[in-house]
C-alpha cells in the first residue's frame, strides 16, 4: 500500500474512534456513576455502593415518575397504532381526492405548529374538558400530536400490502374489520412495531406537555418531568441522585430495544419495500 492510503486508513480509523469515544464516554458515566458514592463528572472506576439506589427508593415522587410514565408512554403507543393503522388503510385502499396533499397538509401542520406554539390553547382546551392533572388528558394530547406523521409513515407499509389477500376474505364473507385485523395487521406488523416504538419513544422523553398539565399535582408527573427537580437548593445538579435516577430512567428503553430487535431485527424500514 501507497503512503498515502496508509495515512488514509489512519487518519479514517482514528475519527472512527474518536466519534465512538464521544458517545461512549456519557455512557461509561451512566453505568459507574450510580454506583458510586460520591461521583463527579468524569469517569472513574466505581466503589460499587448501593446508597445511591436507597436514596432514589425514598425520594417521594422518583419511582412513581417511572410508572407514570409508563402509563403516558403505554396509553398514546396504544392509541397512535390503533387510529393510525386504520387511518393509513383507509388512506390507502379509498381514492379519495386531494389524498396525498391532505396527508402532506396533515404533516406540515403538525410540524409548523408545535407543543410550544399551540401551548395556551391546548392548555385552555384542557380546562375546559376537565383533562388538567389526568393521565389521559395528557395520552389524548400527545396521540393528537403524534397521529399526523404516524398516517404517514404506516400508509407506506399499507400500500405495499398484496390486495389479492383482502379480496379472497371479501369473497368468503369477511368484514372490512375482521379483514383488517386478520390479513392487514399480520401484514404490516413490522410497520405497526415501528409506530409503537417511535410514539414510545417521543412521550418517554416529552418534558413540555406533561410539565404543562400536570404542574399542581407532582404525584401524576412522569420521569422525563421529575428529573429536572433532582438538584439542589443552590441549583447545582445532584449527582448522586441524577445518575441513579437517569440510570432507571433508561432501562426501560433499553429493554424496549432489544426486545424489538429480537423480534424484528433490523428489518424496520424493510417492510416499506415489501
Request: hydrophobic share 55%; aromatic share 12%; glycine share 6%.
Amino acid at each position: 500500500m501507497s503512503p498515502r492510503r496508509v495515512l488514509g486508513r489512519i487518519g479514517f480509523y482514528t475519527l472512527i474512534a474518536v466519534v465512538l469515544a464521544f458517545f461512549s464516554v456519557p455512557l461509561l458515566w451512566l453505568a459507574t456513576a450510580p454506583f458510586t458514592s460520591d461521583p463527579t463528572y468524569e469517569v472513574s472506576l466505581p466503589d460499587f455502593t448501593l446508597a445511591n439506589f436507597r436514596a432514589i427508593l425514598e425520594h417521594p415522587y422518583a419511582l412513581g415518575s417511572l410508572y407514570n410514565s409508563l402509563i403516558l408512554a403505554i396509553g398514546t403507543a396504544l392509541l397512535v397504532v390503533l387510529f393510525a393503522a386504520l387511518a393509513a388503510y383507509a388512506l390507502s385502499r379509498v381514492r379519495i381526492p386531494g389524498r396525498d396533499g391532505l396527508l402532506y397538509a396533515l404533516l406540515l401542520l403538525s410540524s409548523i405548529i408545535t407543543g410550544t406554539a399551540a401551548m395556551v390553547p391546548i392548555y385552555q382546551l384542557a380546562v375546559e374538558l376537565n383533562l388538567i392533572d389526568t393521565h389521559l388528558g395528557v395520552i389524548l394530547i400527545l396521540t393528537g400530536g403524534l397521529l399526523p406523521a404516524a398516517i404517514f409513515m404506516l400508509k407506506d407499509f399499507m400500500d405495499t400490502t398484496p390486495k389479492s389477500y383482502e379480496e379472497s376474505a371479501r369473497v368468503f364473507g369477511a368484514s372490512p374489520l375482521q379483514i383488517v385485523r386478520h390479513v392487514v395487521v399480520p401484514l404490516v406488523r413490522p410497520g405497526l412495531a415501528t409506530i409503537a416504538v417511535w410514539a414510545i419513544a417521543n412521550v418517554w422523553g416529552n418534558f413540555l406537555m406533561p410539565y404543562l398539565l400536570f404542574s399542581s399535582d407532582p404525584e401524576n408527573q412522569p420521569a422525563a418531568v421529575i428529573i429536572y427537580t433532582l438538584y439542589t437548593e443552590g441549583g447545582q445538579a445532584n449527582l448522586q441522585l441524577l445518575s441513579t435516577f437517569g440510570l432507571l430512567y433508561s432501562v426501560p428503553v433499553v429493554l424496549m430495544y432489544l426486545f424489538v430487535s429480537k423480534k424484528y431485527g433490523f428489518r424496520f424500514h424493510g417492510g416499506i419495500k415489501r
